[in-house]
């Protein structure tokens, strides 16, 4: 058997009302906060003010960033850095969904190292970034799906050369997370089956893809079981807090379970698409694509997509795991092709060469060996709706 790692160096506060534990861990960290967010939904929910409130109260100044849009950019990481730096901050909160969180955390990279955010993409491990000085960060989220509050990943674009790539290191890791799941409750039901599918797929690719760590495959499993169970009522019941609770539980466990064991093609194959069309959400692109990655994979590990298949309600057959997928996108009208997401034909095989580019250890990770020629005939298959 192979020998498997569980760490966690991220703190997790889990609960309703834990957003207002923000002052008093920011304590341990110093006075003065750079708050990472988006231009609007924080501001519109209340939970801006809630952690605003909370941060003075415990004599913390904060000082906004709220530049951060869907699909972030480094340029972003790098207007928050230079911020970070000269507003002498001592620490940093990301309070929104995974944009928002995802930059949080890079900032605190670049803002303690030299260089630009697009310097720390695919960086490799290793003693030149500085441990000691790297700012913490409390990431707070207010979705139910990224799982980036309690790993090491931020994904990143590059608006100049299209690129989408990820952070991925030790460092980027938050130092405390609240997961608060009364900031999930003004989600909408369009978003909120859009962040709960990103979830869905966090755990699906994590369980099925050729790595191994049974310590994080626990963590997917128990993650689908609460998603199959809990998200067709958190979209149908917004205010259904249970559900809520367990939605955020479960974006958490399958954001713990890709820290591990990473995700496949269904992501791989995602980021070159919002990378090139940045009005398509992560999520829109990962329904898109998970039908057809899923059936060109099924096949190469058999037991865990009947175990998917069953987590998710279904006869517990390989197969069934493509109809689960199916009956969930047609369920909350997710999107079917990456044609009616606006991707254009002729971009198939330059989004194809991105998959290799950005992200080519996906194809060895991934469940059925692939390569760039299997990965164009599944962007064709996804455009066209042909399983
Ligand atoms: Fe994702």
């Not at 900032?107 to 290793?126: F, H, K, L, M, Q």
């Not at 309690?150 to 130092?175: A, D, F, G, Q």
């Not at 070159?272 to 059936?295: F, K, Q, R, W």
Request: aromatic share 8%; hydrophobic share 40%; with cysteine.
């Amino acid at each position: 058997m192979a020998i498997v790692n569980e760490y966690r160096p991220t703190e997790v506060f889990f609960g309703e009302g834990a957003i207002k534990k923000a002052g008093e861990v920011g304590r341990r960290f110093g006075f003065r906060a750079l708050v990472v967010t988006g231009r609007k939904s924080a501001k519109e929910s209340g939970a801006l003010e809630k952690l605003m409130r909370s941060l003075s109260e415990h004599g913390i100044q904060g000082v906004l960033y709220d530049g951060v849009t869907p699909n972030p950019t480094d340029v972003q990481v790098n207007e928050g850095a230079k911020l970070a730096v000269d507003q002498k901050v001592d620490f940093i909160v990301g309070l929104g969904g995974g944009s928002a969180l995802d930059v949080a955390k890079a900032i605190s990279i670049v803002s303690s190292n030299e260089g630009t955010a697009w310097d720390y993409v695919r960086y490799p491990e290793g003693s030149r970034l500085t441990p000691f000085l790297n700012r913490p960060v409390i990431t707070i989220p207010t979705t139910a799906g990224t799982g980036s509050e309690v790993n090491r990943y931020s994904v990143i674009s590059n608006p100049r050369t299209k690129e989408k790539m990820v952070i991925s290191h030790s460092l980027n890791y938050p130092r405390v997370a609240l997961v608060d799941p009364e900031l999930t409750y003004t989600m909408d039901e369009r978003l909120t089956a859009l962040t709960g599918f990103d979830a869905l797929v966090h755990a699906l690719e994590s369980l099925t893809n050729r790595r191994e760590n049974f310590i994080a495959e626990e963590y997917a499993i128990r993650a689908l079981s609460l998603i199959s169970k809990w998200l067709p009522v958190a979209v149908e019941e917004p205010q259904n807090k249970e559900a809520r609770k367990w939605m955020s539980y479960a974006s958490m466990l399958a954001g713990i379970a890709i820290d591990h064991l990473g995700v496949a093609l269904i992501h791989a194959m995602e980021h070159p698409v919002s990378g090139h069309y940045p009005s398509v959400a992560h999520a829109e692109g990962l329904s898109a694509l998970a039908p057809y990655v899923t059936a060109f994979n099924y096949g190469s590990n058999p037991e865990k997509y009947a175990l998917f298949a069953r987590l998710m309600g279904e006869e517990e057959k390989p197969s069934r795991a493509v109809d689960a997928l199916v009956k969930l996108i047609e369920r909350f009208s997710l999107p079917k092709t990456l044609k009616e997401l606006g991707v254009e034909k002729e971009k198939l095989g330059r989004l194809a060469e991105d998959v290799y580019i950005c992200a080519r250890n996906a194809f060895s990770v991934n469940p059925a060996p692939a390569g760039m020629d299997e990965v164009l005939e599944l962007y064709e298959r996804a455009y066209e709706g042909r399983l």
